[in-house]
């Protein structure tokens, strides 16, 4: 009964290409969604997040596309670098119930091509 | 300084034993949380803590239970280990979240826990 969903395990991309993450969830009560990203042997750190009243924030060469009538959400990494070579976890919760707990995808391993 | 601290990094241990985790934050946040990642790497919540209150118990075995001595410390003791416990379990510390707004958590670098 996973909540949220990350279909692809991995993703490879040249260097200078966009990185393009997906993510679904199922739960139509989550209204804010997150991108978390882990280097091996360290704790997940936040990317960027978007609320449920918007469908699209940008930060740097980092974008987060949110679909609610699809139950989708996107990370667009542009230009994408070598560094940017991690786990991508995608995360949502149900702010307006006052909870603060994550629900977590199983992540996307990205690699960036020199 | 490390803001989300965990100790030890690796714990190897017979089934049937007792272990503690500890977790430490210096972020002055006021809730903190305790998630595992098992062989799958499907992160899950297991408890958070607000204000020395438990606010959140997902369904796990009560052989697992969080201990907080004070705001910045949030440590997890295991009774009873089985194998499926082996996973890595990660802290996590945020302010608490209004209604309306999510706070942002922090993570330590894991616990990487074998059950022999």
């Known amino acids: 009964d996973q909540q949220v969903k990350q279909n692809s395990p991995s993703l490879s991309v040249q260097e200078g290409r966009i990185s393009i993450l997906n993510c679904d969830y199922t739960n139509s009560m989550f209204d804010y969604f997150l991108w978390y990203k882990k280097y091996p042997a360290e704790g997940p750190t936040f990317l960027i997040s978007?609320?449920?009243?918007?469908d699209k924030n940008e930060d740097g060469r980092f974008t987060v596309f949110l679909n609610k009538s699809a139950k989708h959400l996107s990370l667009h990494i542009v230009p994408s670098q070598p560094g940017d070579s991690a786990v991508y976890f995608c995360a949502a919760s149900r702010v307006k119930t006052g909870a603060n707990n994550l629900f977590f995808g199983t992540g996307t391993r990205l690699t960036v091509i020199p | 300084d490390t803001a989300v601290s965990q100790t030890p990094k690796y714990l190897v241990t017979q089934m049937g034993n007792d272990k503690s985790i500890k977790c430490e934050q210096n972020l002055g946040h006021d809730t903190m949380y305790w998630y595992k990642q098992d062989s799958k790497k499907f992160l899950k919540i297991m408890f958070s803590?607000?204000?020395?209150?438990?606010?959140i118990n997902e369904t796990v075995p009560n052989r697992f239970s969080p201990k907080s001595p004070d705001k910045a410390h949030l440590n997890l003791h295991i009774n009873s280990l089985e194998l499926g416990d082996s996973a890595v379990y990660f802290c996590a510390s945020s302010h608490r979240g209004l209604a309306g707004g999510q706070e942002t958590q922090y993570f330590g670098p894991g616990t990487r826990l074998l059950v022999l």
């Open positions: 803590y607000n204000n020395k209150e438990l606010i």
């Open positions: 978007i609320s449920s009243i918007k």
